[in-house]
């Protein structure tokens, strides 16, 4: 059974950077692809960002490209959601997940466990 912990949420001004960390315990952390999902008040969760079970590769939203950073440590079995030139429209609760294949999907459903998520508020 994987367990998830988020943390690293708060409150930023437009235009800062947050790093959200998600640490794993309880399974096999390189077998596992590893995602972050939002969820905004009156929005369904949608994908942010997911790695590879090896780190080797990365998918992000459209939204995000360019601003956020997913990133893993291994020997910490650690994920990371670097976010710069945050936006007041990046408000949410934001979740880590990890599934039980190494490949990257981006569907919710495909994601087994999850954490308690965090709240990242954004301020203009």
């Known amino acids: 059974q994987v367990q998830l912990v988020e943390s690293g949420g708060g409150l930023v001004q437009a235009g800062g950077s947050l790093r959200l960390s998600c640490a794993a315990s309880?399974?096999?952390?390189?077998?596992?692809?590893m995602g972050w999902f939002r969820q905004a008040p009156g929005k369904e969760r949608e994908f942010v960002a997911a790695i590879t079970g090896s780190g080797g590769g990365t998918r992000y939203a459209d939204s995000v490209k360019g601003r956020f950073t997913i990133s893993r440590d291994t020997a910490k079995n650690t994920v990371y959601l670097q976010m710069d030139s945050l936006k007041p429209e990046d408000t949410a609760v934001y979740y880590c997940a990890a599934r039980a294949g190494s490949w990257i999907v981006t569907v919710s459903g495909a994601f087994s466990y999850w954490g308690q998520g965090t709240q990242v508020t954004v301020s203009s």
């Open positions: 309880g399974g096999t952390f390189s077998s596992n692809a």
